[in-house]
């Protein structure tokens, strides 16, 4: 089956700090979980944009993966989250990701389908691949036929877990950003062969 690898194509890392949302849409790391600077506590959230431009329409996707790189790793305790961004993956995070106010944002991280629950990949620094699981395949398809685009909210389980792990952005220097990889299958092409035209093709193999 052929198998498509798109890199992000806009990543947001956003913090809340009990006070006010913030959004680094320029950021060069996605912060995912708790940060405590007494008397202050940063809880922090990602967001990913994948465009579906080189996805064939009509295709049926059979898997979604997901790649980042964990540049820093989170506590021992960290379990990471990954769902679509705001229910079904098809709003575009950077119409949302309108400093310094970013609640709409923080909240649609959490707010989707729910694909990968409570992964302790982030615990160590390197290459991490996800396999999406719950009905990513189905959003996917929607997505490009509704949006040409897919989108993907990160968070730590509780945003609790300090210190926060961090994974690279298109901005970070040297960096390895995200990657969205997606298996499918498509209709196989009506060439208007009879069918008494097709068996002596297949013994003349």
């Known amino acids: 089956m052929p198998t498509i690898l798109i890199d992000v194509d806009y990543d947001l890392d956003i913090s809340w700090t009990m006070i006010d949302w913030t959004c680094f ?3 060069t790391k996605i912060r995912l979980g708790l940060r ?3 008397p202050v506590s940063y809880k922090y959230r990602g967001a990913l944009k994948f465009l579906l431009n080189t996805l064939p329409a009509g295709a049926t996707v059979t898997q979604v993966r997901l790649k980042v790189y ?3 790793a989170g506590a021992a305790t960290h ?3 990954i769902h679509a961004y705001d229910t079904n993956g098809q709003t575009d995070v950077e119409t949302e990701a309108v400093p310094p106010d970013c609640d709409l944002g923080y909240a649609h991280c959490v707010s989707g389908n729910l694909y990968v629950n409570d992964s302790d990949a982030l615990r160590t620094v ?9 009905s990513v395949c189905t959003d996917v398809q929607n997505a490009k036929s509704a949006v040409n685009r897919f989108s993907l909210g990160l968070h730590e389980e509780g945003d609790d877990a300090d210190p926060h792990a961090e994974i690279d952005t298109l901005e ?3 960096g390895i950003p995200a990657q969205l990889e ?3 299958t498509v209709p196989l092409r009506n060439v208007g062969l009879h069918p008494s035209k097709v068996l002596p093709l297949i013994l003349d193999e």
């Open 182 to 184: 997606i298996t499918y």
């Open 172 to 174: 970070t220097v040297g």
């Open 126 to 134: 390197g290459t991490k691949w996800f396999t999406l699981g719950g």
């Open 25 to 27: 849409p320029l950021g």
């Open 79 to 81: 379990l990471l989250d």
């Open 70 to 72: 964990c540049r820093v």
């Open 36 to 38: 405590v600077v007494y």
